[in-house]
């Protein structure tokens, strides 16, 4: 009987803003988790000032930027998968 094995590793989606107070200042970061030698580690990405318009264009981008390259990821796996299943 053939058997097709899971694919190896687990793919966890977690990501958000935070603000971070520096010196007396505000600063927003887009953080998501990233693997790193075999562990997951949380990233910070600094975007800017929570004041600024152009911030929400930084963060538009780093989220959107987030969720490809997990679509991307998911593709991949599934490729795999699906690449290893028994022929007719």
């Not at 053939?2 to 977690?14: D, E, F, L, S």
């Not at 998501?32 to 930084?58: C, K, L, N, T, W």
């Not at 963060?59 to 690449?83: F, I, K, M, S």
Request: include cysteine.
């Amino acid at each position: 009987m053939n058997k097709v094995n899971a694919i190896q590793g687990r793919m966890q989606v977690g990501c958000g803003l935070t603000t971070k107070e520096i010196r007396g200042r505000p600063y927003l970061y887009f953080w998501h988790y990233e693997e790193r030698g075999g562990r997951r580690v949380q990233m910070f990405q600094y975007i800017g000032s929570p004041r600024s318009a152009a911030a929400r264009g930084r963060l538009e981008a780093a989220v959107a930027a987030y969720y490809d390259r997990l679509a991307e990821e998911l593709r991949l796996r599934r490729a795999a998968l699906l690449a290893r299943l028994p022929g007719p």
